[in-house]
Nanobody, 125 residues
Framework: QVHLVESGGGLVQTGGSLRLSCAAS????????MGWFRQAPGKERDFVAT????????YYADSVKGRFTISRDNAKNTVYLQMNILKPEDTAVYYC??????????????????WGQGTQVTVSS
């Protein structure tokens, strides 16, 4: 059974940084692309970033491009999201997910088959 645990969220001021981590178990981590989505109160869960199995390919939502960086350490079964120059509109619960086997990356909700419980990120103005 796949188990994902996100950590690293918190309260930060505008312009600050946070690094989210997502530790995975119950799967051959290096065989799966991974991704991050976020969900603000009253809104849908939106794509943030995705990374291929090897880490060679990454894609980002336009709203975070140039500020966020997704990476992974296959030896540690962990995917990261480095978030810089944070804005109040980045406030949301951030979820990591496992992309379905065979897909090179995941940018839509149906591309994913497992999610973590989420970690809250709050950016104060």
């Amino acid at each position: 059974q796949v188990h994902l645990v996100e950590s690293g969220g918190g309260l930060v001021q505008t312009g600050g940084s946070l690094r989210l981590s997502c530790a995975a178990s119950g799967l051959t981590f290096g065989s799966y692309a991974m991704g991050w989505f976020r969900q603000a109160p009253g809104k849908e869960r939106d794509f943030v970033a995705t990374i291929s199995r090897s880490g060679a390919i990454t894609y980002y939502a336009d709203s975070v491009k140039g500020r966020f960086t997704i990476s992974r350490d296959n030896a540690k079964n962990t995917v990261y999201l480095q978030m810089n120059i944070l804005k109040p509109e980045d406030t949301a619960v951030y979820y990591c997910g496992v992309v379905k086997l065979g897909l090179p990356v995941g940018v839509k909700l149906p591309d994913f088959h497992s999610w973590g419980q989420g970690t809250q990120v709050t950016v104060s103005s």
